[in-house]
């Protein structure tokens, strides 16, 4: 594949877990010379993840990033202040927190846990919620530190669960979560509860922006690993589904170019990259 000749107008849009960072370890090391290689393109990298903003924006300080993110599953989209002058003014949705403007797409977690738990007494619905846990218990099914496992639980429009049902009570379940207004996301992990908003949602809000600012849209390049990504990735010029147990779960049938790695987690990330810009 040649080179792209817009770089100055191409966006990277990519998953993190088991995508950009690896699954285990959440190291992301393999990927390094290709982050640097877009840095030095001025190629936003901008993560679309379910973790928080909180976890995002240290994973972002970590890699050197200073670009939006998107974080819970598309329901909260996150700008620098600098990255679209005058942004609060023309959308009031915008709102400054953790140093950043921040517009939850989702609505407020709060009203889902209210929904979740009226669900729970009602009709006697078995799940565990992060809301649920202490960070010892966060910890444990995380697999993460309790310091993280805090991290992870500080949501602003989703609240993630853990499954504990029937099939046929879940059908029931998501029945009435339906009729509540909510939607809900199949993670790696969890299941994540949220108005129906996905991945695409914070895309296409930051497409939007970007498209505005530079009065062009945008060649994106997408990569994800599972099914919850299928819907950004066929948003994307260029798709990029990472090697995992659940790639194969991918479908996709609107992007341009569809390139499947033959590695996973961050080596996959690289394998693309090189591939892309034939470095």
């Known amino acids: 594949m040649t080179e792209m000749p817009h770089s100055g107008k191409a966006l990277v849009f990519t998953d993190l877990d088991g995508t950009l960072l690896d699954h285990d370890t959440y190291g992301f090391e393999p990927a390094l010379p290709a982050l640097a290689m877009l840095a030095q393109k001025k190629i936003p990298v901008i993560l679309n993840s379910s973790k ?21 599953n598309g329901s909260v989209v996150a700008v620098p202040e600098q990255t679209f002058p005058g942004l609060a003014q023309k959308d009031s949705l915008f709102q400054q927190q953790s140093g950043l403007l921040v517009k939850r797409l989702g609505g407020d977690r709060n009203t889902v846990l209210a929904i979740l738990n009226r669900l729970r007494q009602t009709h006697g619905f078995s799940f565990e919620g992060f809301a649920d846990m202490k960070p010892a218990r966060l910890s444990q099914v995380t697999g993460l530190t309790e310091a993280q496992a805090i991290q992870a639980g500080q949501r602003l429009s989703t609240e993630p669960i853990l499954w504990k049902g029937s099939p046929e009570q879940w059908e029931a379940f998501t029945g009435h979560l339906a009729d509540a207004g909510l939607g809900w996301v199949q993670g790696g992990r969890f299941i994540s509860i949220s108005r129906p908003f996905d991945k695409k949602d914070g895309v296409a809000c930051l497409l939007k922006l970007y498209t505005a600012d530079t009065g062009s849209v945008p060649l994106t390049i997408g990569l994800g690993d599972s099914p919850n990504d299928q819907a950004m990735l066929n948003m994307m010029d260029i798709a990029v589904v990472i090697r995992s147990a659940r790639c194969d779960q991918i479908t996709l049938n609107q992007p341009h170019t569809v390139i499947r790695t033959t590695a996973k987690g961050p080596e996959g990330w690289q394998e693309a990259m090189d591939t892309i810009f034939n470095t």
Do not use: Q
């Open 52 to 72: 928080t903003l909180v976890e995002i924006i240290k994973i972002r300080s970590a890699l050197g990033n200073c670009h939006p993110f998107i974080a819970e």
